[in-house]
């Protein structure tokens, strides 16, 4: 039940930051030198604003994170880790298997044939 509570609030978390980055001014590039006039009522205290909205989301994102870890259920973690190593080491022998090509018979390359001034030099 915590588990989906953190991911919920990951989500949510996650379209904020997106929301915030999207909605501040750049401050470098062609952008910014159209951008000069914005500077005047009180832009500037609006994109302290969303930087620091930003950060904390960021921060808020991490220690969800880390939280929602440590709330899995370990027996559908054990249960997953299991399923995923019989799967790896069966595509591991399927890709041996079909890596083995059937010997090949080997042709014979015809010897380059030598110009006719080789053999009148003798």
Do not use: H
């Amino acid at each position: 039940m915590l588990y989906t509570i953190c991911i919920a609030l990951i989500l949510v978390a996650s379209v904020l930051v997106i929301l915030a980055v999207l909605v501040q001014n750049p401050k470098s590039g062609m952008a910014a030198n159209f951008g000069a006039s914005n500077q005047v009522m009180g832009v500037r205290e609006t994109s302290n604003f969303l930087e620091k909205f930003t950060w904390a989301m960021a921060i808020a994102i991490v220690v969800l994170s880390l939280a929602a870890t440590l709330t899995m259920d370990k027996g559908r973690v054990i249960e997953s880790n299991t399923k995923i190593s019989n799967d790896a080491k069966a595509l591991q022998e399927r890709v041996l298997e079909s890596e083995i090509p059937a010997p090949m018979p080997q042709a014979e390359i015809p010897a380059a044939e030598q110009p006719a001034a080789d053999q009148s030099a003798e």
